[in-house]
């Protein structure tokens, strides 16, 4: 699939960027340096911090459970203090949301079909009228927002996308949103004669940013590099190829005298605390009030952004947006400040890393070995390097044949954060069949399956999250 968002490679590139000796660690528990932002920019204790941020990171992985498990029922995820809520569309999956530790909430439309409203918005971009200034689904409200300075231009655009109008809430908004160009966010890089943006995440062979900071071909220095693509409006995202001589380095700039290690691109839900890296203004944090949102530039406008408390300030354009330490995105632009405060949209980065068919950086660290935990004596073994979305085949792309009866087992050694899918399909004279899986919020899957003898392929899936894998397979 061909979206390409960087999931979780938050990393500050600089040109030659060698680690100097005694250069500080980076922070692998998306730790001290989020902790004392989160502190500052929050106003809480080191204790509430703490307690913070391990109950959103339970809270998040629960959620992309409870999607997985209630299909076209669930209706979104968001934190309420501490609580995660969930919205399902009949009470029955409300027995399932309250088992997984979660609160239902029961409401009319699913995301599926708030996502179908967006879409339908979005397909008419090409007409928006002056002072609409964005849209976004707003899972806690069960609805879409249209976000606009003059509510008879938000109920224009509204009724001539032909949507529910049940489903859409017109909100009054002073909000003018503006791509943030002129200074670098994570570590600067400058395009060109002299223009400045920020690094969002490295990924393998250079680093993904901010599609309105530069078009594809354009030159940049520090690192050295070229826009290998970039897509703006509709999208907001790029990468840049850097040249030889350039270290990419999983980690983030916290602008404290630190680094906040990556270690993947698992989203965060709605409510979340995440924290944005720019060279502008550094480090600072706030809490995901929205994903899937449509903003309006002056250039057009760009869907499917991440709407945040966090500010922003122009110059922050491309940086990098992390969840402790999953990364979220890259900075594409806002309204408001860091003086008075403000709301700053970011391209989602496995939406980028998936387009470009890139690799996220994690942690500096080089790829797993192949193996992992997995089997010790495996009968046959493969690895790949998979976006968010895309699926991959083993063993090499091919399948194998088993002669007899017996059992089948698949061990599957994911990237650290992310969330892939094992399956293993059966041929059946027509087609694949799948006849075992596995399918845990975990990066790491087993399945054993006993079988008859036949043509056997493996399905590995990356259901969120991007980067390397290894499979281990026995048969009979």
Request: some cysteine; charged content about 15%.
């Given at each position: 699939?061909?979206?390409?968002?960087?999931?979780?490679?938050?990393?500050?590139?600089?040109?030659?960027?060698?680690?100097?000796?005694?250069?500080?660690?980076?922070?692998?528990?998306?730790?001290?340096?989020?902790?004392?932002?989160?502190?500052?920019?929050?106003?809480?204790?080191?204790?509430?911090?703490?307690?913070?941020?391990?109950?959103?990171?339970?809270?998040?992985?629960?959620?992309?459970?409870?999607?997985?498990?209630?299909?076209?029922?669930?209706?979104?995820?968001?934190?309420?203090?501490?609580?995660?809520?969930?919205?399902?569309?009949?009470?029955?999956?409300?027995?399932?949301?309250?088992?997984?530790?979660?609160?239902?909430?029961?409401?009319?439309?699913?995301?599926?079909?708030?996502?179908?409203?967006?879409?339908?918005?979005?397909?008419?971009?090409?007409?928006?009228?002056?002072?609409?200034?964005?849209?976004?689904?707003?899972?806690?409200?069960?609805?879409?927002?249209?976000?606009?300075?003059?509510?008879?231009?938000?109920?224009?655009?509204?009724?001539?996308?032909?949507?529910?109008?049940?489903?859409?809430?017109?909100?009054?908004?002073?909000?003018?949103?503006?791509?943030?160009?002129?200074?670098?966010?994570?570590?600067?890089?400058?395009?060109?004669?002299g223009s400045r943006c920020s690094?969002?995440?490295?990924?393998?062979?250079?680093?993904?940013?901010?599609?309105?900071?530069?078009?594809?071909?354009?030159?940049?220095?520090?690192?050295?590099?070229?826009?290998?693509?970039?897509?703006?409006?509709?999208?907001?995202?790029?990468?840049?190829?850097?040249?030889?001589?350039?270290?990419?380095?999983?980690?983030?700039?916290?602008?404290?005298?630190?680094?906040?290690?990556?270690?993947?691109?698992?989203?965060?839900?709605?409510?979340?605390?995440?924290?944005?890296?720019?060279?502008?203004?550094?480090?600072?944090?706030?809490?995901?009030?929205?994903?899937?949102?449509?903003?309006?530039?002056?250039q057009g406008t760009v869907s499917?952004?991440?709407?945040?408390?966090?500010?922003?300030?122009?110059?922050?354009?491309?940086?990098?947006?992390?969840?402790?330490?999953?990364?979220?995105?890259?900075?594409?632009?806002?309204?408001?400040?860091?003086?008075?405060?403000?709301?700053?949209?970011?391209?989602?980065?496995?939406?980028?890393?998936?387009?470009?068919?890139?690799?996220?950086?994690?942690?500096?660290?080089?790829?797993?070995?192949?193996?992992?935990?997995?089997?010790?004596?495996?009968?046959?073994?493969?690895?790949?390097?998979?976006?968010?979305?895309?699926?991959?085949?083993?063993?090499?792309?091919?399948?194998?044949?088993?002669?007899?009866?017996?059992?089948?087992?698949?061990?599957?050694?994911?990237?650290?954060?992310?969330?892939?899918?094992?399956?293993?399909?059966?041929?059946?004279?027509?087609?694949?069949?799948?006849?075992?899986?596995?399918?845990?919020?975990?990066?790491?899957?087993?399945?054993?399956?006993?079988?008859?003898?036949?043509?056997?392929?493996?399905?590995?899936?990356?259901?969120?999250g991007s980067g390397q894998y290894?499979?281990?397979?026995?048969?009979?």
């Open positions: 699939m061909g979206i390409l968002v960087a999931a979780l490679g938050t990393a500050m590139v600089t040109a030659l960027a060698v680690p100097a000796a005694g250069a500080p660690e980076p922070d692998r528990a998306g730790g001290d340096g989020m902790l004392a932002a989160v502190q500052r920019h929050l106003g809480l204790t080191e204790d509430q911090a703490r307690s913070r941020l391990a109950a959103e990171k339970q809270a998040s992985t629960t959620n992309l459970e409870l999607r997985k498990q209630l299909g076209d029922d669930y209706a979104g995820g968001w934190l309420k203090g501490d609580t995660l809520v969930v919205g399902v569309t009949n009470a029955e999956a409300a027995g399932s949301v309250r088992e997984g530790g979660a609160e239902p909430r029961l409401v009319e439309r699913s995301v599926a079909e708030l996502d179908a409203v967006q879409d339908t918005l979005d397909a008419n971009r090409d007409a928006v009228p002056a002072g609409v200034a964005s849209w976004y689904v707003d899972v806690t409200t069960n609805t879409v927002v249209v976000n606009t300075r003059s509510v008879a231009a938000g109920e224009r655009f509204v009724l001539a996308s032909g949507v529910d109008r049940d489903a859409v809430r017109v909100v009054r908004s002073t909000e003018s949103p503006r791509p943030l160009i002129d200074v670098v966010g994570g570590n600067p890089y400058y395009i060109g004669s690094v969002g995440f490295s990924v393998n062979g250079g680093f993904v940013t901010a599609g309105h900071c530069g078009r594809t071909g354009a030159s940049t220095s520090q690192p050295n590099g070229q826009f290998a693509g970039s897509s703006f409006p509709g999208n907001d995202y790029a990468w840049v190829r850097v040249g030889s001589g350039n270290t990419m380095v999983g980690a983030v700039n916290n602008y404290a005298g630190g680094r906040v290690a990556v270690g993947g691109s698992q989203d965060a839900a709605v409510g979340s605390t995440v924290c944005r890296s720019g060279s502008t203004t550094g480090w600072h944090c706030g809490t995901i009030q929205a994903r899937n949102t449509s903003v309006t530039y002056p499917g952004l991440i709407r945040t408390t966090v500010c922003a300030e122009p110059g922050d354009s491309g940086g990098s947006l992390l969840a402790g330490n999953q990364a979220q995105g890259v900075t594409s632009g806002g309204s408001g400040n860091c003086r008075s405060g403000g709301t700053t949209y970011f391209q989602p980065v496995n939406e980028i890393l998936q387009a470009y068919n890139l690799t996220l950086i994690t942690n500096g660290d080089e790829p797993p070995p192949g193996g992992g935990d997995c089997q010790e004596e495996a009968d046959l073994s493969g690895s790949g390097n998979l976006g968010s979305g895309q699926s991959g085949y083993q063993p090499n792309g091919s399948y194998y044949r088993s002669t007899g009866s017996g059992t089948h087992t698949g061990c599957l050694d994911g990237p650290s954060g992310a969330d892939f899918d094992l399956y293993l399909q059966k041929w059946n004279g027509y087609n694949w069949a799948n006849v075992a899986s596995s399918t845990s919020p975990n990066a790491d899957e087993t399945l054993s399956y006993n079988g008859t003898a036949g043509y056997y392929r493996y399905r590995v899936h990356a259901y969120s290894t499979l281990d397979m026995t048969n009979p």
